[in-house]
């Protein structure tokens, strides 16, 4: 059930992965291989664990105190929860852009050039900021005031702005937590116009509650449900867009996309 | 039961009662401030008929004299405004760093709580008590005298408790969102840190450091305890002269018989006061000048 139809490469690979916040288990036993250069949307009801699993791509639960995770997740070759694999590394590789549009209250051309910057590159900054910008269909919205401060942007914008500021440490995944939640419909479309372009370059995983949304834009959707015991939450099927929106193999499936529950 | 009519008599007479309730309740909050603010204005009416005349060039060209009129603060002032740079210098990069600390990389077991718990207690510690501590290991065991290191070492443990609270609520109040950003990018904990969570909280910080400091400026007790002196006819060259502040200064022209040092004594508070009042205004500039550059919508 965890591997879709397809034979192209894997970028994540995620074995037998358990998560637990405390004593509590919020994960349980998730396997599943992740396409590049696709777009792999997570779905399933409020509160089965979509954004945890999505933030252990890129351990970010490791700032939450009293996590804890078994299994693997391996990337390139390599355990990402190997003890001497630092989370800086891992979040340089693997992007995220969150629910809120979460700007720094810095300029439109900090916002790009700071993580850059702290990651030590050396070339030229202008041209990157452009580049970043043009990527991610701002640049001529934005080009004559870099200077101004990101939050000055709408809502629309400034997601656009941290996905821009994502692409400027020039990941090779970027992770997206509902990223269109806060926007009004034409600001989505912009969005997933752009998720469409950049998966040509990009793995992207994607968070969301909106069906219609992962129909859309997603090549693969992972349904995700809470477990027998209501307890923690897993993947309960993994496949082609096309078959979890027309064909799913799983009753629970079929009852959540076609909106008969969740 | 049923609503028959838009009009309820019953009703509207317990409206009608709320609502005296509810003025009543405006009614006794305006008198305190009121009376607050009546207290204030008495206090200051009364000193400045007193001090006003004495508001000459010389309080502040005049070292203190036997003359009433020959007196002036120009000792103290340059105690004050030393003791509160070297206060500050001190105490903010060390409650600073407590903050950051506490609130950053402190695991969360007992030893930090413990500690956490403490900082607030000592905020409430009676100032003397840091006075007889800083005359022990400052003035004695350091061997620094009664100088205006000792006495700024010695402030900077009265304030240090309320900077890193404020400093802590300041850091506090930075939005996760921020941290998480910075951390998505592959940005360490001190470059978050540094980047992002200093600069939103500096405002916070600075305000905390003003406030306490104008506390500072007021204090007597720990100052007299570690031996700050009064008679001072000479200009402070150095953080190891010996000094005194203020009210001090006040104090010691109050406790002296005659009419006229009491109105010299009235003059001094109102440079006192207008001391802490430039310096509360600027915490106030600062901070919405820090804050603005923030929410630039």
């Given at each position: 059930m965890n591997s879709p139809s397809s034979n192209g490469h894997v970028a994540l690979e995620v074995n037998r992965l358990n998560f637990y916040y405390g004593s509590s288990k919020a994960l349980a036993d998730i396997t599943m291989r992740v396409p590049t250069r696709k777009i792999t949307a997570i779905i399933g009801p409020?509160?089965?664990?979509k954004s945890t699993f999505l933030r252990c791509f890129n351990r970010m639960n490791d700032l939450i105190p009293g996590t804890r995770l078994e299994g693997e997740v391996v990337y390139h070759g390599e355990n990402l929860y190997t003890p001497d694999v630092d989370p800086a590394e891992v979040r340089r590789r693997i992007g995220m852009v969150f629910q809120k549009p979460n700007p720094f209250p810095k300029s439109i051309y900090e916002n790009i050039a700071y993580g850059p910057r702290i990651n030590g590159f050396k070339g030229n900054r202008d041209e990157l900021v452009e580049r970043t910008l043009r990527q991610a269909a701002l640049w001529d919205e934005v080009k004559d005031k870099l200077k101004e401060s990101g939050l000055s942007l709408s809502g629309g914008q400034q997601q656009r702005l941290c996905i821009a500021r994502a692409l400027a440490v020039e990941p090779e995944v970027i992770l997206m937590d509902e990223p269109c939640s806060a926007l009004d419909p034409i600001a989505t479309l912009k969005i997933e116009d752009l998720m469409r372009e950049l998966v040509q370059n990009y793995t992207i995983i994607i968070v969301t509650h909106n069906m219609q949304q992962a129909a859309r834009v997603s090549d693969y959707t992972a349904m995700m449900m809470l477990t027998d015991d209501r307890k923690s939450g897993t993947v309960i099927e993994f496949d082609d867009s096309n078959m979890i929106f027309t064909r799913p193999k799983d009753k629970r499936t079929e009852d959540y996309v076609t909106g008969r529950f969740g | 039961m049923s609503v028959t009519a838009l009009r309820d008599q019953a009703f509207e007479k317990r409206l009608a009662a709320r609502k005296r309730n509810g003025r009543l309740f405006e009614v006794i909050c305006l008198l305190a401030i009121i009376f607050g603010m009546f207290m204030l204005l008495l206090l200051f009416i009364d000193i400045a008929t007193d001090g006003l005349a004495w508001l000459r060039p010389q309080l502040f060209s005049e070292f203190p004299s036997r003359f009433p009129e020959e007196s002036g603060l120009r000792s103290a002032l340059q105690g004050t405004l030393w003791l509160i740079l070297v206060t500050g210098l001190i105490a903010f990069p060390i409650g600073v760093g407590a903050a950051i600390y506490l609130e950053e990389y402190a695991p969360d077991n007992r030893l930090t709580r413990f500690i956490e718990v403490n900082i607030s207690n000592l905020a409430g510690v009676p100032s003397i008590i840091y006075g007889l501590l800083g005359l022990a290991i400052?003035?004695?065991?350091?061997?620094?005298?009664?100088s205006v290191l000792a006495g700024a070492l010695t402030m900077s443990l009265v304030i240090l408790p309320t900077i890193i609270v404020a400093s802590r609520e300041a850091i506090r109040a930075v939005p996760r969102s921020l941290r998480q950003a910075s951390f998505a990018l592959g940005a360490t904990k001190w470059q978050t840190v540094r980047n992002h969570v200093l600069p939103y909280a500096m405002p916070g910080m600075l305000t905390g450091l003003i406030l306490s400091m104008s506390r500072a400026i007021g204090e007597t007790a720990p100052l007299i305890t570690i031996g700050a002196l009064t008679y001072i006819r000479f200009d402070l060259s150095g953080p190891l002269d010996l000094f005194t502040v203020l009210p001090i200064q006040i104090f010691n022209w109050i406790s002296l018989p005659q009419k006229e040092f009491h109105d010299v004594a009235a003059a001094g508070i109102i440079i006192l006061l207008a001391v802490l009042l430039t310096m509360n205004a600027a915490a106030i500039y600062l901070r919405n000048r820090l804050q603005m550059r923030w929410q630039d919508l």
């Open positions: 409020s509160g089965c664990g | 400052f003035v004695r065991e350091l061997e620094l005298g009664r």
